[in-house]
């Protein structure tokens, strides 16, 4: 068990380093075999499965962390499969890294019921997924995977990339680069959030990237009544988020405008992970280069949602070139 060993240095002690440990308590959770997982399991997975537990405040910080962890632990674990007796049907991600009801789009079979395990798909030894709302194709990957009936058990084991301690033993350098990759959604927050910019137009900013603000189709959502959903800049339907800030032909001239500034344009998917993206992977040009990019980026998002707000509640509107110059002001303020 790591997540309660000793002091860790070096990369182990690193945000990602401390993820790797958990994944790793996971995947012992898993495989049994030490009195502290059969101690786990018996106290949060009497009644649930590992990866269907909804995280519960009376769970204890270790555990919580570790189910975190899951989206992880998932893509570098891999099932061997004797005769399915202890893996779950639907939940059980025993195809390669996703489960069946992942693979199905969510939606169960209710006829089939839940609590499944795999051995009602496996007789003699050979697959027979017919009888279940599988697809051709889904039926034929699961007659590809291998029954050993030479094995004692069904058992999980690591499959993440690198070699490790040898096959299908637990590769801390594996599980690190797996952890970076799953935390790029983080590093895009943390270049947001860099310094230099006015607090109210990163967490605009922010927002934005997380889903957050209270545009119409969002506030829809939540059940209020909105007389009139077109998009207040260009007067026509507002779908989404991401219309109001790159779709609309309003907005989408701000940003045509912003890419001259950027040297060149962006060249990217009209979304603010697209533009984040290409930010971090020019920002080698010049020292002051990605400053000003973040700073661009952050205070256009600003101010088309003062703008949208403006027209809103206040009836008033200024012309594209306006808010460009009011744009252009804030840079030249936060990266002179």
């Not at 496996?122 to 697809?135: H, K, L, S």
């Not at 030479?150 to 599980?175: D, I, M, V």
Request: aromatic share 10%; proline share 4%.
């Amino acid at each position: 068990m790591s997540a309660t060993g000793g002091r860790r240095s070096g990369v182990e002690a690193s945000p990602y380093g401390q993820e790797g440990n958990l994944c790793e308590d996971g995947l012992e959770i898993h495989q049994g075999g030490s009195l502290w997982a059969e101690w786990m399991a018996n106290r949060y997975l009497r009644r649930t499965n590992f990866w269907a537990c909804r995280i519960d405040n009376n769970f204890s910080v270790t555990f919580k962390a570790i189910l975190r962890c899951r989206p992880v632990l998932q893509t570098a674990i891999c099932r061997h499969m004797k005769d399915g007796t202890t893996t779950d049907l639907w939940l059980d991600p025993w195809l390669g890294s996703k489960s069946l009801l992942e693979l199905l789009g969510g939606q169960l079979d209710r006829e089939a019921g839940r609590g499944l395990t795999c051995s009602r798909i496996i007789r003699d030894g050979v697959w027979r997924p017919e009888g279940y709302t599988y697809t051709a194709q889904l039926a034929e990957e699961i007659r590809l995977i291998t029954i050993d009936a030479s094995q004692t058990e069904n058992t999980w084991s690591w499959a993440g990339p690198g070699t490790g301690g040898g096959p299908g033993l637990f590769c801390f350098r594996s599980c690190y680069d797996l952890v970076r990759t799953h935390h790029d959604q983080a590093e895009e927050v943390d270049f947001i959030w860099g310094k230099g910019v006015a607090r109210k137009i990163q967490l605009c900013a922010y927002r934005l990237l997380r889903g957050r603000l209270m545009t119409r189709d969002r506030l829809l959502r939540f059940g209020m009544q909105i007389p009139d959903t077109k998009c207040v800049l260009c007067n026509e339907e507002n779908k989404s988020m991401g219309h109001l800030f790159f779709v609309c032909p309003v907005t989408w001239h701000i940003w045509t405008e912003q890419c001259v500034q950027l040297r060149g344009g962006v060249g990217v998917d009209r979304n603010i992970r697209s533009i984040l993206s290409w930010i971090r992977d020019h920002r080698g040009r010049d020292p002051g280069w990605a400053r000003r990019a973040r700073v661009l980026l952050a205070a256009s998002v600003w101010h088309i949602w003062k703008e949208r707000n403006r027209r809103i509640f206040e009836g008033l509107t200024t012309p594209p070139i306006g808010i460009l110059h009011n744009i252009e002001f804030d840079v030249s303020v936060m990266a002179p």
